[in-house]
Nanobody
Framework: VQLQASGGGLVQGGDSLRLSCAAS????????MGWFRRAPGKERELIAS????????YYADSVKGRFTISRDNAKNTVYLQMNSLKPEDTAVYYC???????????????WGQGTQVTVSS
C-alpha cells in the first residue's frame, strides 16, 4: 500500500486542521492505520491509531480529547481531525499502515511522506 498525507499548514493556537491520508492499492480495510508526528528535536510519536473497522481507536495522552482519528474504507482514506491546536503540536505528521496486530499496535510497515503542521502562539 502507498500512502499520501495532506492537509498540513500554518495555523494559530486554538485553530483546527484536518489531515487526510489516501491509500492506494487494494485491501485498505485490512490495515490498521496510525498517525505519528515528529517534533523538532524529539523522537517520532504515535498519537492516534484506528482499527480496521473504524470503531476502535487509540490516542496518546498529549492529544486525547482534542484529536479524532477516523477512516472511510470506501474512500481508502484515514483522517485526523485536530482541534484546539497548541504550539507544541508543531511537527511533521505521518500516516502509517500495517496488516499486523490491532488498533493498539505501535509497529507499522508502510509510511506516508509527512505533512508539516505549524501552530503559532
Amino acid at each position: 500500500v502507498q500512502l499520501q498525507a495532506s492537509g498540513g499548514g500554518l495555523v494559530q493556537g486554538g485553530d483546527s486542521l484536518r489531515l487526510s491520508c489516501a491509500a492506494s492499492g487494494r485491501g485498505f480495510g485490512n490495515y490498521v492505520m496510525g498517525w505519528f508526528r515528529r517534533a523538532p528535536g524529539k523522537e517520532r510519536e504515535l498519537i492516534a491509531s484506528i482499527g480496521r473497522g473504524g470503531s476502535l481507536a487509540y490516542y496518546a495522552d498529549s492529544v486525547k480529547g482534542r484529536f479524532t482519528i477516523s477512516r472511510d474504507n470506501a474512500k481508502n482514506t484515514v483522517y485526523l481531525q485536530m482541534n484546539s491546536l497548541k504550539p507544541e503540536d508543531t511537527a511533521v505528521y505521518y500516516c502509517a499502515a500495517t496488516q499486523r496486530g490491532d488498533y493498539k499496535t505501535s509497529s507499522y510497515d508502510y509510511w506516508g511522506q509527512g505533512t508539516q503542521v505549524t501552530v503559532s502562539s
